[in-house]
Each structure stands twice: as C-alpha cells, then as structure tokens.
C-alpha cells in the first residue's frame, strides 16, 4: 500500500499491519512505526501493542 493510497484509509490497514508484523523485518517495522500516528485510534492501538511485542 503506497503512502498516497494510505490517506483516509487507515481504517482498513488492520491486516496489512498484522502481516507486516508476521514479516519481522527492519523495513516492516518501519511501516508499522508509521501508523502509531495513525487518526484511527485502533490502528495506533494495534502497531503500538505490535511494536511493544516486537
């Protein structure tokens, strides 16, 4: 998902993130790192909870 598809569908990135979790790589820790800024309250919930399990 590009960062301009990203805008205002943060919504729907739940299982993008959790995958992105399963991959445990240094660039998909980034993108996770990304979205703790994210306006959607559970998805800055869910990639603190997947960084802090990192």
Do not use: F, H
């Not at 205002?8 to 979205?35: C, F, H």
């Amino acid at each position: 998902m590009s960062r301009r598809e990203r805008v205002g569908s943060d919504g729907n990135a739940q299982p993008y993130v959790v995958a992105l979790a399963m991959l445990k790589g240094d660039k998909a820790r980034q993108e996770i790192e990304t979205y703790r800024n994210s306006p959607e309250a559970t998805l800055r919930e869910l990639a603190r909870k997947l960084l802090n399990d990192w």
